[in-house]
């Protein structure tokens, strides 16, 4: 068996275990900023040495600002009495709509489950109205009805001249309180 170098058994053990730890390959994690790359030199590298990179931070340069540019950035960090008032006023006003918007709400809330249980008991009366009706209307019987008019009160069906027939206009239903014109 041949003799290895560190550099061969530390390629195989990176690439032939399960987990590698700690390891950073370029392209799996995040790219590290400010990072100059590397400059390969030809020739310079020893064959069995790994050389890792430093990152090296790139230089900011810092440059001075002008006194007037310094008194705005003051001015536009601090918090003056008006600007604090402005707020303070603009925090009551929010405070004033939400606790009148939550008050409207609850008062309608509270209004449809009203509307909701006068429903309720306008479906039920108009259920037992029905069922009374039909209750009436089955207990009565027509034909009896008719006999007893026809017979013991003397009723009998109209004739032709006492039945008028008129027409009129846009409306289907008849009113009471309206005259009836005379035949023609």
């Not at 041949?2 to 058994?9: K, L, P, Q």
């Not at 601090?78 to 008062?107: D, H, P, Q, T």
């Not at 037992?128 to 209307?137: C, E, K, P």
Request: proline fraction near 4%; charge should be positive; glycine fraction near 4%.
């Amino acid at each position: 068996m041949g003799r290895t170098t560190r550099a061969e058994t530390a390629r195989r053990n990176r690439y032939q275990t399960p987990v590698n730890r700690g390891v950073y390959v370029d392209g799996n994690t995040v790219r590290r900023l400010n990072e100059i790359p590397e400059r390969r030199q030809q020739g310079r590298q020893e064959a069995g040495r790994n050389r890792s990179v430093q990152p090296q931070p790139v230089p900011q340069t810092q440059h001075q600002l002008s006194k007037q540019a310094q008194q705005n950035r003051q001015r536009a960090l601090g918090m003056n009495w008006a600007f604090v008032a402005f707020l303070a006023v603009v925090c009551v006003a929010i405070l004033f709509c939400s606790v009148n918007y939550l008050r409207y709400k609850s008062e309608i809330t509270a209004k449809m489950s009203t509307v909701a249980a006068l429903e309720e008991e306008l479906s039920q009366l108009r259920e037992d109205n029905d069922a009374y009706y039909s209750q009436v209307t089955s207990n009565v019987d027509l034909n009896l009805i008719k006999k007893k008019a026809m017979g013991s009160l003397g009723m009998k069906y109209p004739s032709e001249d006492q039945t008028v027939t008129y027409s009129s206009s846009g409306n289907s239903y008849v009113r009471q309180y309206q005259d009836i014109p005379d035949i023609k």
